[in-house]
């Protein structure tokens, strides 16, 4: 199967919204936390070029965070259209129960993919919502290390893994951690090169910050 292309931090931004529907695009990615009771897109980072016309900053488009994107807002955007991928921050609370509380009153999570930055949350969603697909954040060897060592541990679920790609060094090591992992996404990946070398050797999804990254694996049929 093709590599899931996946617009890293769309989702977090209204205006490109409507990108989910962009035959390049699989799925879109948005950052959230909790406010109040609410899960809604934050992040203040850059997007990168793309097509549309966004609020600026010095580094390039940039969240408006006195209007924040809300789940129902992410949701409607993709439904029928793509995937959503829930990138969730526990900077200042536990987004777990809000998640929970928000999915399990839907009727269809189907589409939803939750990726987190703290494993204890992913654990806990899991227990609530087994259904859910659940990936745990990969950022360094030594977090690398320990997944692979708490799943021969049977500590840990098969879950997926989002992984820093720098960390993927060839086929081999990709096709040993899919022996422990449900999936591999690879992130964030700004060299197209790069993107179709990871194809290549079999990760299940490419995260990038530009659609045209997406847009060249489109082309190459990858």
């Given at each position: 199967?093709?590599?899931?292309?996946?617009?890293?931090?769309?989702?977090?931004?209204?205006?490109?919204?409507?990108?989910?529907?962009?035959?390049?695009?699989?799925?879109?990615?948005?950052?959230?936390?909790?406010?109040?009771?609410?899960?809604?897109?934050?992040?203040?980072?850059?997007?990168?070029?793309?097509?549309?016309?966004?609020?600026?900053?010095?580094?390039?488009?940039?969240?408006?965070?006195?209007?924040?994107?809300?789940?129902?807002?992410?949701?409607?955007?993709?439904?029928?259209?793509?995937?959503?991928?829930?990138?969730?921050?526990?900077?200042?609370?536990?987004?777990?129960?809000?998640?929970?509380?928000?999915?399990?009153?839907?009727?269809?999570?189907?589409?939803?993919?939750?990726?987190?930055?703290?494993?204890?949350?992913?654990?806990?969603?899991?227990?609530?919502?087994?259904?859910?697909?659940?990936?745990?954040?990969?950022?360094?060897?030594r977090q690398l290390r320990a997944f692979v060592r708490r799943r021969i541990a049977g500590e840990l679920p098969r879950v997926g893994v989002a992984v820093r790609h720098r960390l993927l060094g060839g086929p081999a090591e990709v096709a040993a951690l899919r022996e422990h992992a449900s999936s591999v996404t690879?992130?964030?990946?700004?060299?197209?090169?790069?993107?179709?070398?990871?194809?290549?050797?079999?990760?299940?999804?490419?995260?990038?910050?530009?659609?045209?990254?997406?847009?060249?694996?489109?082309?190459?049929?990858?």
């Amino acid at each position: 199967m093709p590599a899931s292309r996946i617009l890293h931090r769309a989702g977090n931004l209204r205006d490109l919204l409507p990108i989910a529907g962009h035959p390049a695009v699989d799925a879109i990615e948005a950052d959230v936390v909790v406010r109040g009771h609410d899960l809604v897109a934050h992040h203040d980072r850059p997007l990168g070029w793309l097509p549309l016309p966004l609020p600026l900053g010095e580094r390039g488009p940039r969240l408006r965070h006195r209007d924040p994107v809300s789940l129902d807002e992410l949701l409607r955007a993709v439904d029928g259209l793509a995937e959503l991928v829930l990138d969730l921050r526990s900077w200042f609370n536990d987004p777990a129960p809000a998640v929970a509380a928000q999915l399990l009153a839907r009727d269809d999570d189907s589409h939803v993919v939750v990726t987190c930055e703290s494993w204890a949350v992913a654990e806990r969603l899991l227990t609530w919502i087994p259904s859910l697909r659940v990936h745990l954040s990969v950022r360094s060897e030594r977090q690398l290390r320990a997944f692979v060592r708490r799943r021969i541990a049977g500590e840990l679920p098969r879950v997926g893994v989002a992984v820093r790609h720098r960390l993927l060094g060839g086929p081999a090591e990709v096709a040993a951690l899919r022996e422990h992992a449900s999936s591999v996404t690879a992130w964030t990946v700004d060299d197209l090169d790069r993107a179709r070398e990871l194809t290549a050797w079999g990760v299940d999804a490419v995260v990038s910050n530009h659609l045209a990254i997406l847009d060249g694996l489109h082309e190459s049929g990858t």
